[in-house]
């Protein structure tokens, strides 16, 4: 299950259906689709409320926890950030986007930093990875920022909007917190 996550200015939680109309506005702006793979953009109708429907059950089989990113301040839902969780591997994959008016606020390293702790802590796992597009520095710098390494560069990995898009790998195992403190 999707447990509730604190920090200093933000409150982690799961999705809920009532979430639907702000996720498809934040989340159907061009800028923010650019840079992620699995945001349709137009965002359809009706996409929102799948996912957030989706975002419960994925989490009870324990392949992906999705959390709604709420400013503690006002409320105001910001964005998303998840886990999705390769089993056999004990890793996860790190997600994460925000509304544009909200970004270089230092949300999403505060968040991914949270989430961070929740994967390697509640969840046992034992590496989490992020991977962004060379042409997303900001998401690299979160990386970076939270305490991942660089662990390559691949190019032309992906196609986004048909063009071949370069990549950049980072990652963080359970030792490497270990050491840290
Ligand atoms: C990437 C994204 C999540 C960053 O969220 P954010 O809350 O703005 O990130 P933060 O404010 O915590 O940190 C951003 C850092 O990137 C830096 N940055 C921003 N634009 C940059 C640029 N063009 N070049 C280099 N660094 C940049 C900021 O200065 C900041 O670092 P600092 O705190 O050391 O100054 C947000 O821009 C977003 O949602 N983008 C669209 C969706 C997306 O790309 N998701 C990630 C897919 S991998």
Request: hydrophobic fraction near 40%.
């Amino acid at each position: 299950m999707i447990p509730v996550l604190e920090t200093e200015r933000l409150r982690l939680r799961p999705l809920e259906p009532s979430d639907a109309d702000v996720v498809q506005t934040l989340a159907g702006s061009k800028e923010v689709a650019s840079t992620t793979l699995s945001i349709p953009h137009p965002y359809p109708d009706g996409a929102a409320e799948a996912w957030i429907g989706s975002t419960h059950q994925s989490a009870a089989i324990g392949e992906h926890y999705a959390f709604a990113i709420m400013r503690k301040d006002d409320g105001a839902l910001l964005g998303c950030i998840g886990l999705g969780v390769t089993k056999p591997h004990n890793r996860a994959e790190l997600g994460y986007w925000l509304g544009v008016q909200y970004w270089g606020q230092g949300y999403v390293t505060e968040a991914a930093r949270r989430i961070l702790t929740f994967g390697f802590t509640e969840l046992s796992l034992n590496k989490i990875v992020a991977i962004a597009m060379t042409k997303n520095p900001a998401s690299a710098s979160v990386m970076r920022k939270i305490g991942m390494k660089h662990e390559g560069t691949f190019h032309q990995h992906i196609m986004k909007w048909g063009v071949y898009e370069d990549v950049v790998y980072y990652g963080m195992v359970k030792a490497d917190i270990v050491e840290t403190t």
